[in-house]
């Protein structure tokens, strides 16, 4: 379970900071969309990964810790309003320049569209 969490933690975060690095603002905004799940599954695991243990205490021998739960929850919320304001910023970037470069220019080798 600890491995299959660590994988995919991994794999979500070199796919998030390789989207980030792209040129394009929709690649931006998937790249941080990514990496904000890598960093949820990370702060959901630091409670421990106990399989049929309930979160309250007292209910079983080695309950979870629900600080992580707590937070990943609150980190949901707060992720989902900033991608909702960068695609905002992002439509609106790309109405008034014409494109979606992050530089605000086109590209070197030209538009391919």
Do not use: C, W
Not at 22 to 40: D, H
């Amino acid at each position: 379970m600890e491995l299959l969490f660590s994988l995919v933690t991994g794999v979500l975060s070199a796919s998030g900071i390789y989207l980030l690095l792209r040129g394009r603002t929709f690649s931006i905004i998937v790249g941080l969309a990514l990496l904000s799940y890598a960093v949820n599954l990370f702060l959901f695991s630091t409670g421990g990964l106990h399989t049929h243990s309930a979160a309250v205490i007292g209910e079983s021998a080695a309950p979870a810790d629900p600080l992580p739960q707590a937070l990943v929850l609150t980190a949901i919320v707060i992720g989902f309003a900033m991608t909702a304001f960068v695609v905002i910023l992002a439509i609106r970037a790309r109405a008034e320049l014409g494109n979606d470069h992050v530089d605000g220019k086109q590209g070197e080798e030209g538009s391919t569209r």
